[in-house]
């Protein structure tokens, strides 16, 4: 009896979450065909970190890698969510709005390049405020003007989760990707709690926390695109597929009136309950799937 | 500061517009409005506070669900109607900004907030990138993911030169808790590094405003005041109708290249490797 037969899959398969940033954007290309741009030896870090006594990183924490996914062009942004919590940075932000415009200069001249962000951040690094404020906003002009041109695949795997700012540049995103370790919000739970109290938001209440941010019920209400398994190869087969999808006519973000009517009809005399949310939305939305 | 929160914002939008209730079928927290600019009609958007929404977490002026989905609509509708006409007799945007923050609400984060500030941040996005002129006039705070949502995709940003004018990623108590530092430490370090600023003239040293304007009282403006920001509204339209349609402009100003260096370097270092990869 061979080994593999009598392991479970779990044991078998290569968890994508233990990978770090730059591994995680390296996986999803097809093999031998990328290469990271202004990589760590480049050495274009913070200027503002050192300034507040704090190490800055020769990446600023993002990861940039350009190469063919299913054959088709492609770039891969990475934020490393071990590197001051994957904020967003003066740096950071550049490079990915950078990388963006770039890829929207190919995709008009005829060479589609699609682009995928691998969000694991708290939102803006509060150390450089209003630049990376300044920056997110860039991100998400960035990504709009890509999306009429080729695919813009947001991938949040876990376990920082994708919060702040950077959850709006999900939210223009062509497609959205999670796994269940994944969460999507604005505010994470322990800002809530900080700024509306414990009444609002408990922050210890893990169930709490999934049932609202996690990724299945991100997808279920139909917020988010795709759910996929923790296991790097999965995860490659689904993003490969985005990349190679048609583009759409009207993506999720441009529909106005049916999220606007779903807003009016909710009751707000009491908090909102997710599992009856996600019966109320999880249908007639007109969602990402291929 | 808080409780003046939404009072310059409605100020303004009422001297513009001379309107000053919502539109019919909006929530009360939004006024949007259609007047005169120069020698043309421009749309105009502000969020105010509303003591009565029926969510608890925006009453004080702060950014939520419906505040998002009225100005993304709104903005949505001026695109279509005006989808036919050339670049330069597309309708103006005006974005009148004061705004707490975003909502921090439980009922927002089961409904998605973040899709709703996505929603209108597109809206205003496409808005500018289709050629309408879309002008932020912050004419009090803009916080954080408010500021997302509600202005920050303009091609041109002016604000008032004034001392109740904030432009910040979080509010002082909130930021100083989590960076782990007193108020005072936090504001004596706001004066050595631009970007942690709360005062609005540092923040025109980060190169990201067309033009500081000069009144006054911002929260009473006279007739004089409200002639003198509306010739400087038709002036940021007309430059924004000149310039490209993206963010851009945004690096390019002397005070970006002196204080973005390092985002323009990483972009130029980009931009030279993009090719041969």
């Known amino acids: 009896m061979s080994q593999t037969s009598i392991l479970p899959e779990f044991v078998s398969r290569r968890s994508f979450i233990e990978l770090d940033g730059r591994s995680r954007a390296e996986s999803l290309f097809d093999e031998g065909i990328s290469k990271e741009l202004v990589g760590p030896f480049d050495r274009i870090s913070s200027p503002w ?35 001051q919590g994957g904020s967003i940075g003066e740096v950071s932000g550049a490079k990915m709005a950078a990388a963006l415009d770039l890829a ?79 969460r999507l919000g604005l505010n994470g739970p322990e800002v809530i709690e900080q700024e509306s109290g414990i009444d609002e938001f408990d922050a210890s209440d893990r169930a709490l926390i999934w049932a609202i941010h996690g990724g299945e019920q991100r997808v279920g209400i139909g917020l988010a695109d795709a759910l996929v398994e923790d296991d790097a ?14 583009l759409r006519l009207e993506y999720r973000s441009q529909q106005v009136r049916l999220y606007r009517d779903r ?28 | 500061m808080s409780e003046h929160i939404g009072l310059r914002g409605r100020a303004w939008f009422q001297a513009l517009t001379e309107e000053s209730q919502p539109a019919s079928g909006d929530p009360g927290t939004v006024l949007a409005a259609e007047a005169q600019i120069g020698d043309e009609m421009a749309l105009f958007l502000a969020v105010v506070p509303n003591p009565s929404s029926r969510f608890p977490c925006v009453r004080d002026g702060q950014v939520g669900l419906e505040e998002a989905f009225t100005l993304a609509a709104h903005v ?10 050339p670049k330069e007799q597309k309708r103006p945007i005006v974005a009148i900004v004061d705004v707490k923050s975003q909502a921090y609400g439980r009922r927002e984060e089961t409904a998605g907030i973040f899709f709703a500030a996505a929603v209108s941040a597109d809206a205003y996005a496409s808005a500018r990138m289709a050629g309408h002129p879309v002008i932020a006039l912050v004419a009090g705070h803009a916080f954080s993911g408010g500021f997302l949502t509600h202005g920050y995709q303009a091609n041109r940003i002016l604000a008032f030169d004034d001392s109740g004018i904030m432009i910040h990623a979080m509010h002082k108590e909130a930021a100083a808790r989590i960076t782990r530092r007193s108020v005072a430490e936090l504001e004596q370090l706001g004066h050595e590094i631009a970007p942690m600023s709360y005062d609005v003239r540092d923040y025109a040293r980060l190169g990201l405003l067309h033009k500081l304007l000069h009144v006054n009282d911002p929260q009473h403006p006279t007739a004089a005041d409200i002639e003198a920001i509306r010739r400087d509204l038709i002036d940021a339209i007309r430059d924004a109708r000149l310039g490209p349609t993206d963010l851009s402009n945004r690096m390019q100003s002397a005070s970006a290249k002196q204080t973005r260096k390092a985002g323009i370097a990483v972009r130029a270092a980009l931009e030279a490797q993009w090719q041969n990869a």
């Open chain 1, 49 to 83: 970190l050192p300034m507040q006594g704090i190490a800055p990183q020769a990446d600023d924490g993002c990861v940039v890698i350009k190469g063919k996914i299913g054959g088709m062009p492609a770039v891969a942004i990475a934020l490393e969510g071990a590197f």
């Open chain 1, 104 to 182: 929207a200069r190919d995709s008009k001249a005829g060479k589609r390049t699609a682009a995928i962000l691998l969000l694991e951040t708290g939102g803006v690094r509060l150390q450089e405020a209003n630049l990376g404020l300044a920056a997110v906003a860039e991100v998400i002009s960035s990504v709009l003007a890509l999306r009429p041109h080729a695919p813009v695949i947001t991938l949040i795997a876990g376990t920082v989760g994708c919060f702040g700012g950077m959850s709006l540049a999900a939210g223009v995103s062509s497609y959205i990707v999670m796994t269940r370790e994944a």
């Open chain 1, 233 to 246: 190869d999965k995860i490659k087969t689904t993003i490969r597929e985005y990349v190679q999808a048609d």
């Open chain 1, 263 to 290: 807003i009016a009809a909710l009751d707000t005399s009491e908090q909102i309950d997710p599992k009856s949310l996600r019966q109320k939305w999880s249908n007639g939305t007109k969602g990402g799937s291929l």
């Open chain 2, 76 to 85: 949505r509708r001026v695109i279509a109607e005006d989808s036919d006409r």
